[in-house]
């Protein structure tokens, strides 16, 4: 690793504070200290603000355009969610402020459903507490069901944001969702992705649906570069310019050669690998 190598940051079962004890680390082997070899730090020693929330804050970004692309308002549009994570409690809160109803969400212990929409903002001060699931949560109106029980509810966004294969081929025909957000990473097996285009639903996948957190981490290593610090404001005004971008590429791709939002990423992605190795030679 090394801040002009590999670069970690935080995922499942880390935190910033580990974050913080990689760099020190490796600084203490090269007699200085090195911001830049990790992303996700404590903002205190060369973290980037709206770091932490930028993956659900992509997600929710992405949502906006895909439904604005489809002709859905935000407001009151049925969303549910699955994962109370990071991604998926920040996703929640963001789609709450924009005026979504998240009817669904849950955790490890189970889920919570209430066709009126939950109070989110009093889940996730449940949540906030360490060690607090939703199994031990209560509001009127809510019902209990388990994970897969909300895969499968009659929403308009459907949002897995907690562990990979939550969609597979043995689930894939329940899915009642008209628009599929991936946060987690692999959350839809392949198999299920088959079933779920014959099915013409509209998915964006994880390589670009929860990038808000990696193009997060880019802005976090050139501000330690620098030495020059933005503020929250300057973070989500480029982070949502950097996703309007892809999508918008993404999209259009997609449109042009009648291929799912997956495929047109891949394709994308393919075509820059490629065109970099032939501008930089043999020895590429």
């Given at each position: 690793?090394?801040?002009?190598?590999?670069?970690?940051?935080?995922?499942?079962?880390?935190?910033?504070?580990?974050?913080?004890?990689?760099?020190?680390?490796?600084?203490?082997?090269?007699?200085?200290?090195?911001?830049?070899?990790?992303?996700?730090?404590?903002v205190q020693i060369g973290g980037s603000l709206g770091r932490g929330e930028a993956t659900g804050r992509g997600?929710?970004?992405?949502?906006?355009?895909?439904?604005?692309?489809?002709?859905?308002?935000?407001?009151?549009?049925?969303?549910?969610?699955?994962?109370?994570?990071?991604?998926?409690?920040?996703?929640?809160?963001?789609?709450?402020?924009?005026?979504?109803?998240?009817?669904?969400?849950?955790?490890?212990?189970?889920?919570?459903?209430?066709?009126?929409?939950?109070?989110?903002?009093?889940?996730?001060?449940?949540?906030?507490?360490?060690?607090?699931?939703?199994?031990?949560?209560?509001?009127?109106?809510?019902?209990?069901?388990?994970?897969?029980?909300?895969?499968?509810?009659?929403?308009?966004?459907?949002?897995?944001?907690?562990?990979?294969?939550?969609?597979?081929?043995?689930?894939?025909?329940?899915?009642?969702?008209?628009?599929?957000?991936?946060?987690?990473?692999?959350?839809?097996?392949?198999?299920?992705?088959?079933?779920?285009?014959?099915?013409?639903?509209?998915?964006?996948?994880?390589?670009?649906?929860?990038?808000?957190?990696?193009?997060?981490?880019?802005?976090?290593?050139?501000?330690?570069?620098?030495?020059?610090?933005?503020?929250?404001?300057?973070?989500?005004?480029?982070?949502?310019?950097?996703?309007?971008?892809?999508?918008?590429?993404?999209?259009?791709?997609?449109?042009?050669?009648?291929?799912?939002?997956?495929?047109?990423?891949?394709?994308?992605?393919?075509?820059?690998?490629?065109?970099?190795?032939?501008?930089?030679?043999?020895?590429?």
């Amino acid at each position: 690793i090394g801040p002009d190598k590999d670069i970690p940051a935080p995922d499942v079962g880390s935190t910033p504070e580990i974050m913080s004890w990689i760099m020190d680390t490796y600084s203490l082997l090269q007699g200085h200290t090195v911001t830049g070899v990790v992303t996700g730090k404590p903002v205190q020693i060369g973290g980037s603000l709206g770091r932490g929330e930028a993956t659900g804050r992509g997600v929710m970004l992405y949502i906006k355009m895909i439904l604005s692309k489809l002709g859905i308002s935000m407001k009151g549009t049925t969303v549910a969610v699955q994962g109370m994570g990071n991604v998926g409690s920040i996703s929640a809160k963001h789609l709450f402020g924009e005026g979504m109803k998240v009817v669904a969400v849950s955790d490890i212990s189970g889920g919570i459903y209430n066709p009126d929409g939950l109070n989110i903002p009093a889940i996730l001060k449940h949540v906030s507490v360490r060690g607090t699931l939703l199994s031990t949560y209560q509001e009127e109106g809510m019902q209990r069901l388990s994970n897969q029980e909300l895969l499968s509810l009659p929403v308009t966004v459907l949002v897995p944001a907690a562990m990979e294969n939550q969609i597979n081929a043995d689930n894939g025909d329940d899915i009642r969702a008209k628009v599929i957000v991936e946060g987690a990473n692999g959350p839809t097996t392949a198999e299920a992705d088959e079933i779920l285009n014959q099915k013409g639903i509209v998915l964006i996948p994880d390589i670009l649906a929860n990038a808000g957190g990696v193009i997060a981490s880019y802005f976090e290593w050139v501000q330690d570069m620098q030495y020059l610090f933005w503020t929250e404001e300057e973070v989500n005004s480029k982070l949502a310019q950097y996703i309007e971008t892809a999508f918008n590429a993404v999209y259009d791709i997609a449109e042009e050669k009648g291929v799912s939002l997956r495929t047109g990423a891949y394709l994308i992605a393919i075509k820059r690998v490629v065109e970099a190795a032939r501008l930089r030679g043999n020895w590429a």
